[in-house]
């Protein structure tokens, strides 16, 4: 949560101080009246993009510095980078920008300690969301409501979330195996219901000759070329016909029959 935040010379402010409460704050006021240059104050100090303009006219320095109240996720980032705390309660981000012949310079610092640019961004995700004009639209969506109403419950209430998004992911899966296993089964028995079909109908063909299906591929590899061989049949009779002289010819159609 934000404590307070301290700008100076930061756009056209010279300097302010704002604390904010537990809870639900709101910044009210006329436009122009500076509510953006608050925001954009804030994401200066959490390593927001910045140039030499957001220094005030006429000075060469501004500074940022924002308090957060620690939460366990902050304080583990700290630990990981090894940034002691100030107190046990509170962290401070800071940001120094100094311009110099038009050159900017920026430092960003964390309970005074130099951080870099990706370190910031790490930071900032843990500590705020920023939403600007234009995007409200997020406000309408359950997902992001159910977002900010379970921020309200604390660390008690963001524990049991997990533990229900644990069983319900345990849940899925044990749904999904389940299914897998219905499907199985089903294909089992398709499978069975085939094979039953495909004994009944060996049965009822009666195949008791091992050699019957060689006679069958015989058989229809001779009848394939029926025409052929009546053709050849007929070749041959002419032959016989024109070379036997003095007996008499054999019809046609008997000796077809002969020789097929």
Known sequence: MLVSLQIENFALIDQL???FGAGLNVLTGETGAGKSIILDALDAALG???SHRAIRTGTDRALIEATFG??????MWLGEQGI???DESVMVCSRELVTTRGNLR????VNGVLVNKQQMEGLRDRLVEMTAQGQTVQLAQANIQREWLDGFGGVALMHQREVVAARFVAYQQALQALEKRRQFEEQRLQQLDLFDYQARELNTANLNDPDELTQLEQERQRLSHSVELQQQSYQVYQLLYQTIVGQTPVPIYWARRRIC
């Open 17 to 19: 101080t704002l604390e």
């Open 70 to 75: 620690l939460n366990p996720d902050v304080a």
């Open 106 to 109: 920026s430092r960003s610092r």
């Open 84 to 86: 002691d705390g100030v």
């Open 48 to 50: 927001g993009k910045v």
